[in-house]
């Protein structure tokens, strides 16, 4: 499971907004210097992001200190939702207009492009589809002691 601990900003049902700290790399990064971490840091302001995460068994309020998992088995069915998916999309409209309906290298490529577009809106779909499923959300796992990272 990965975790993540973050302080409550709201609570609605069983659904909790959760404030984090967003993670850098190095201290290279975090000048700026490095690959890039840094400069993205500054852009977003004070380095810290929202998630939205289901509240489970665990009882919370705003300003809770709390710790946040999600499972790897959700991670990986994210990514291959939205990059598998759309690769085979575009790998399938690629062969179903070139070799398929013999088409040239125009046609080859524009059923590629068919196929990714048809892939992603699969993903798209897929996503609103799951976005209530608590299992594949961030889940609540228990309140801390107040040391995480989303404390300001």
């Not at 509240?55 to 994210?78: F, K, S, W, Y």
């Not at 179903?96 to 046609?107: D, M, N, Q, S, T």
């Not at 048809?118 to 796992?141: N, S, V």
Request: a positive charge; aromatic letters at 4%.
């Amino acid at each position: 499971m990965i975790t993540e601990t973050g302080r409550v900003l709201e609570v609605h049902g069983e659904w909790a907004l959760v404030a984090c700290r967003r993670q850098v790399e190095c201290a290279r990064c975090a000048e700026g210097r490095g690959c890039g971490g840094g400069v993205l840091g500054k852009l977003l302001g004070d380095r810290l992001h929202k998630v939205r995460a289901a509240t489970g068994a665990v009882a919370v309020a705003p300003g809770d200190q709390v710790l946040i998992g999600l499972g790897e088995d959700a991670v990986l069915r994210a990514a291959l939702a939205v990059y598998l998916v759309p690769l085979l999309g575009a790998l399938a409209g690629a062969v179903a207009a070139g070799v398929v309906l013999g088409a040239g290298e125009i046609g080859t490529i524009a059923g590629a492009v068919a196929g990714f577009l048809l892939g992603f809106g699969w993903a798209r779909a897929y996503g609103r589809r799951h976005a209530g499923d608590a299992a594949l959300q961030p889940m609540i796992l228990r309140r801390t002691d107040g040391a995480g990272c989303g404390s300001r």
